[in-house]
C-alpha cells in the first residue's frame, strides 16, 4: 500500500484538474494555499475561473491585472490584497453575513466545482484537518465537486469540525512551509484607554468575542484578573492564549461548549499556532454555528467586542467601507451585536479610535459618507466606545444619542458635531 506522501504531486499537477467556467473556492487567512494559488496563476489556458474566498493572506499572482479574463475574485470578506483590485472593478465583492455563507455553498445556490484548501497531515486514520480556519472552507469542502488540497507538515492539527478524509481529496502537494502570522503589535496610548474602557464592562464569568488588532489587545490585557471567563468568538489571537494560560479564562461558566475555547478561525504568531495544534480544549466550527444569533444569545453574559470605521451621530456603523471603496466586509460583527444583545446580561460593544488620518479625521460624523455600508443599523447598536469615554445608545433618542456620540468625539471635533446637531433640530 502506497504512503500518502508518495502518493503527493507537484502544485502545478494538482491544479491541472481547474478547468475554465468553473466556480472554486479558496481557503482563506492563515490557512491560504499559496502554492496551489501560485501555480493556478502559471496557467495560461485558463478563461473564466470565479475565485470564491473570504479575506486571503500572502501574495495574490491571481489578481494581477493581467489575469482579469483568466480569474475573478469574489471577495466575500476582503483584506488588502483584492482592495485594490475591487475598487479597480477586476474583481467582486458580496456584501453577507459570515454565518450565512456556508448556506450560500451548501444550498447549491453558488455551486462550487473545486476546493483549493491548505490541510494537516493525515493521522493513522488517514484524516487530515482543516486547522487554523474552518470558518467557510468547511461547506466548501462537503459539497465541492472536487478538493484539491496542500498538506502542510506546519499546520496545526485542529480539534472540532475539523477532519478531512484524505479519500476525500482528489489530489494533494506537500509541502513543510510556515503559516503567514501576525505577531501582536503594542497597544498605542489611544488603544489603552480605549481598552480601559471596554475592560470595565467586563465582569467575571463573562464570555467573549474579539477580533485581532491593538483595541482587543489592549482589552485582553486589563483582563487578567478576572476569573471564569470564557471564549465564543469568530476567530481569536495571541492575547488570548495568554489570558488562557493565567487562569482568567476556564469557559467554565459557558452554557454552550463548557470548558472549550471556540472559534471558527485564528490568526496569530507561530506561538498561537502551536497553542491551538491538537488541543482539545480548543474547538474550531464552521461560522454558521460559531456566528449563530439562536446559539449565542443561550450563552449568558456575552461581551461582543467589535469595531468600526465611522459612525454617525444616530449610531449608524460602517464597519465594511470607506464610502464606496470596499475595505473589508459585514464579516461577523452584526451576528455578535445581535446576539450578545438577547443574551442575558451580554454586552455589544463598539469600540474605534475618535480619530483617523492622525487626528484630521473624526470617526463620529454627522452622517456617513456616501456609499458607506452600514453594518451595525442604530437599532442594534448599543455601547460605543472611544478613547473619551463609554455610552449606552440603547433606547436613547436621537437628541439623546446626538450629544453622547459628540462627548466621545476627540475634542477638537465636538464643536462641528454640536452644530450639526442644532441644524437638525436635536439639541
Not at 302 to 314: F, Y
Not at 399 to 407: C, H
Amino acid at each position: 500500500m502506497q504512503s500518502w506522501q508518495s502518493r503527493a504531486e507537484s502544485a502545478d499537477a494538482v491544479v491541472s484538474r481547474i478547468s475554465s467556467g468553473m466556480n472554486v473556492f479558496i481557503h482563506g487567512a492563515a490557512a491560504t494555499p499559496t502554492p496551489l494559488l501560485d501555480a493556478l496563476a502559471r496557467r495560461t489556458d485558463l478563461e473564466g475561473v470565479r475565485l470564491w474566498h473570504i479575506h486571503l493572506e500572502g501574495p495574490l499572482a491571481f489578481a494581477a491585472p493581467e489575469q482579469a479574463h483568466r480569474f475573478r475574485s469574489i471577495s466575500l470578506f476582503t483584506g488588502a490584497g483584492l482592495r485594490e483590485p475591487v475598487a479597480e472593478g477586476r474583481a467582486d465583492f458580496v456584501p453577507i453575513f459570515l454565518s450565512d455563507i456556508p448556506g450560500l455553498f451548501a444550498s447549491g445556490r453558488v455551486r462550487l466545482d473545486a476546493a483549493i484548501v491548505q490541510l494537516s497531515p493525515p493521522d493513522r486514520h488517514s484524516v487530515c484537518s482543516l486547522g487554523t480556519s474552518v470558518d467557510t472552507a468547511r461547506a466548501a469542502v462537503d459539497t465541492a465537486g472536487i478538493v484539491l488540497a496542500e498538506i502542510n507538515a506546519r499546520m496545526p492539527r485542529t480539534h472540532g469540525h475539523t477532519a478531512v478524509p484524505l479519500d476525500r481529496l482528489a489530489a494533494w502537494t506537500t509541502t513543510d512551509r510556515d503559516l503567514p502570522g501576525h505577531d501582536p503589535l503594542p497597544p498605542t496610548e489611544v488603544d489603552r484607554r480605549i481598552g480601559e474602557h471596554v475592560a470595565a464592562l467586563v465582569e467575571d464569568g463573562a464570555c467573549l468575542q474579539l477580533g485581532i488588532g491593538g483595541i482587543p489587545n489592549a482589552v485582553l490585557e486589563l483582563l487578567h484578573g478576572r476569573r471564569d471567563l470564557g471564549i465564543h468568538s469568530e476567530m481569536f489571537s495571541d492575547g488570548v492564549v495568554r489570558l488562557i494560560e493565567s487562569g482568567a479564562v476556564t469557559n467554565a461558566k459557558k452554557s454552550i461548549h463548557p470548558g472549550r475555547t471556540i472559534a471558527s478561525f485564528v490568526v496569530g504568531s507561530r506561538r498561537l499556532y502551536d497553542f491551538v495544534d491538537d488541543n482539545p480544549l480548543v474547538e474550531f466550527h464552521p461560522c454558521d454555528r460559531t456566528n449563530d444569533t439562536n446559539l449565542i444569545r443561550k450563552i449568558e453574559r456575552v461581551v461582543a467586542i467589535n469595531s468600526g470605521l465611522e459612525i454617525d451621530l444616530t449610531g449608524q456603523v460602517c464597519a465594511d467601507s470607506i464610502g464606496h471603496r470596499v475595505y473589508s466586509g459585514i464579516g461577523g460583527q452584526m451576528d455578535f451585536v445581535r446576539g450578545a444583545a438577547m443574551s442575558r446580561d451580554g454586552r455589544p460593544i463598539i469600540a474605534l479610535p475618535s480619530t483617523a488620518a492622525k487626528g484630521s479625521v473624526s470617526r463620529i460624523v454627522a452622517q456617513l459618507r456616501p456609499g458607506a455600508g452600514v453594518v451595525t443599523t442604530r437599532g442594534h447598536v448599543h455601547w460605543v466606545v472611544t478613547e473619551y469615554g463609554a455610552v449606552d445608545l440603547h433606547g436613547r433618542t436621537l437628541v439623546e444619542r446626538g450629544k453622547l456620540l459628540a462627548s466621545l468625539a476627540h475634542p477638537d471635533h465636538r464643536e462641528p458635531l454640536l452644530a450639526a446637531l442644532h441644524d437638525l433640530r436635536r439639541e
